[in-house]
């Protein structure tokens, strides 16, 4: 059993989070989460209404421990959050923007705010705004993110902001890093690609093996996938990504991508549809070198949570 600022302010069993990937967090696999001791987090995204009212119902009704939803702050309409709050989460996380406009809304609610950040200055935003639990996302992440390295940000966060706690993301897949992450002073971890890969996922099943099947090196940051979706990403978040033909075609011709868009965004959308990850995204971190297997997310987060505890009691053994 490990006892963290994590586990006690959600009194849940376990110190991992999962990470609210929009449109592979779905209901089932946050409740799966929440289910085997975790924190469960719906990935809201973009805050498409129909989907949140399907999901979050799956959530609400998978389990009776404590879950909650993420949106991507920069793109929040107000009546997504709403929407989203009268599902009566625990836990609200925002990403990708200033969270302060939102803070009062959702702790009103009675839910704890996790704001995710990729850098101390954002951190600080997120202290002003009020945040109970702050995610430092290291740029080995999978989907979007900063520039930072999880090993050095957790701990300038970590002090940035004491006492509020911090968990780590970016790069984490197994105990090991759930066990790095504690030492580096975070009280848990928020995993996104490792829970891709997990039979409870929206993922679509060739996604999922693309992830079991990719090496780290075959990651890369980039723009061109929001580009040719018509996303206004932030300039200083482009998304962590499996390359594939479309990525290598358009890599470096961002200018000209966004000028091809009227032909490009329609065959880019059937690929979607169709599952052709030559073309479509599947968003993927660093973590990749660390799957290769589709399991369940109850067994992950037991496994991972077992390792962690196993790497801990025997890295005591060090100083003697
Ligand atoms: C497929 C995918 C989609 C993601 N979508 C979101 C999102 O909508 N909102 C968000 O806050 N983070 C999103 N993330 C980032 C995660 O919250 C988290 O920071 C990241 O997955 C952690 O790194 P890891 O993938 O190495 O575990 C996404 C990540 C992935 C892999």
Redesign the pocket.
């Given at each position: 059993m490990i006892t963290t600022a994590l586990t006690e302010l959600f009194q849940i069993a376990r110190p991992i989070v999962l990470?609210?990937?929009?449109?592979?967090?779905g209901g089932r696999l946050a409740a799966a989460v929440s289910n085997a001791g975790g924190l469960g987090?719906v990935?809201?995204?973009?805050g498409d209404e129909a989907w949140l009212r399907t999901e979050l119902s799956l959530a609400k009704e998978g389990t009776t421990l404590p879950w909650g939803v993420?949106?991507?702050t920069w793109s929040i309409k107000r009546k997504a959050l709403d929407l989203a709050l009268d599902y009566r989460p625990d836990a609200f996380?925002?990403?990708?923007g200033d969270p302060r406009p939102y803070a009062s809304a959702i702790k009103a609610a009675g839910c704890k705010l996790i704001c995710?950040v990729q850098d101390v200055e954002n951190a600080l935003i997120a202290r002003e705004a009020g945040a109970d639990l702050i995610?430092a996302?290291?740029t080995?992440?999978?989907?979007?993110?900063g520039s930072r390295a999880t090993l050095p940000l957790v701990p300038a966060v970590v002090d940035a902001v004491a006492p509020i706690p911090v968990v780590a993301?970016?790069?984490?897949?197994d105990g090991r890093g759930l066990a790095a992450a504690l030492m580096l002073g975070a009280h848990g971890?928020?995993?996104?690609?490792?829970?891709?890969a997990s039979a409870e996922s929206l993922?679509h099943e060739r996604a999922r093996q693309r992830i079991v099947a990719a090496q780290a090196s075959q990651t890369a940051r980039t723009r061109v996938f929001d580009i040719v979706r018509g996303f206004d990403w932030p300039p200083q978040y482009p998304?962590?990504a499996l390359r594939n033909r479309f990525f290598e075609r358009w890599d470096g011709r961002e200018k000209e991508l966004a000028d091809a868009v009227g032909t490009e965004g329609p065959s880019y959308q059937r690929a979607t549809r169709e599952g052709d990850f030559d073309t479509a995204v599947?968003?993927?971190?660093?973590?990749v070198d660390l799957i290769d297997s589709v399991e369940n997310a109850g067994t992950l987060v037991e496994r991972i949570c077992a390792e962690a505890e196993e790497l801990l009691r025997a890295g005591a053994k060090l100083t003697r």
């Open positions: 990470g609210p990937m929009g449109m592979v967090s987090l990935g809201g995204g973009y993420g949106l991507i996380l925002l990403s990708f995710q995610v996302e290291g080995e992440a999978g989907g979007h993110g993301a970016g790069g984490i897949a971890a928020l995993i996104g690609t490792r829970f891709y993922g998304g962590r599947v968003w993927a971190g660093e973590a």
